[in-house]
């Protein structure tokens, strides 16, 4: 979970250091743009989720919407993807 402000732009580094599964991302339903992968940058591509498999990294960014409550929470949701 992270604390937010509204309109305000975040920007995450997500990493999959596991070793067997892929890992399906959300924040909050937030839509993420997808900066970077494996630490190089790409033209940004905005999506709702994004599937991380072993050894993975993305850089993503998350705005904030304007009309978000003062110390709204968002949770960011992590689930094992098997295929």
Known sequence: MFRSVAGQKYKFRLINGGQHFG???TLGG????VVAADSEPV????MDE???HTAERFEVEVTIPQNAAVGESWWIKV?????
Do not use: K
Request: proline fraction near 11%.
């Open 79 to 83: 689930s094992v993807n098997l295929c």
């Open 50 to 52: 994004v599937i991380l």
């Open 30 to 33: 937030l839509p993420l743009t």
């Open 43 to 46: 033209y940004p591509v905005v």
């Open 23 to 25: 890992y399906r991302i």
